[in-house]
């Protein structure tokens, strides 16, 4: 009897790894605020040495499993991705996600309200897994500028 129970706990326990090790490759919410907060700190001080290592994909402080930082100024012109270098110094205000959802527009939009900070929900392809997923986008403005970070879903 004893060896039949710890046989059925093992077997749960070994159904709930996988999930359990899905969820550790993706980065969480606190994570994301963490980064951004992180980010903001640095362009503070030092905006060129911020943009470097928000671009450099080996610093590990901009750049962990699927989260990464983006700068865009309040026009959607990109500043700093932690992603897609290629789009520094496009205008990507008319961006949409696969539902047509103009999500730099909207992050602009929060970054210019009174709060100046929160999350605007798109879909965009995820950096590890290549596939288009559900994200969100975590912004905080700072001066003329937003800088974000996301977490899929």
């Given at each position: 009897m004893r060896t039949m129970f710890s046989?059925?706990?093992?077997?749960?326990a070994l159904l709930a790894l996988p999930g359990a090790a899905w969820?550790?490759?993706?980065g969480t919410a606190d994570e994301a605020v963490a980064m951004?907060?992180?980010a903001v700190a640095l362009i503070k001080t030092d905006k060129a040495k911020a943009f470097a290592a928000i671009g450099d994909t080996a610093n590990k402080e901009f750049h962990d499993r699927d989260l990464y930082v983006y700068v865009y100024d309040l026009n959607g012109v990109a500043l700093a991705h932690g992603n897609n270098p290629k789009i520094?110094?496009?205008n990507l205000m008319a961006l949409a996600d696969s539902n047509g959802k103009l999500m730099i527009k909207e992050m602009a939009d929060l970054a210019k309200s009174p709060a100046g900070k929160g999350w605007v929900d798109f879909k965009w392809p995820n950096p590890?897994?290549?596939a288009v997923e559900n994200k969100s986008g975590y912004i905080e403005r700072v001066d003329d500028m937003m800088v974000g970070s996301g977490i899929y879903k």
């Open positions: 046989a059925s706990v093992l077997s749960v969820s550790a490759d993706k951004v907060k992180k520094v110094g496009k590890v897994t290549k």
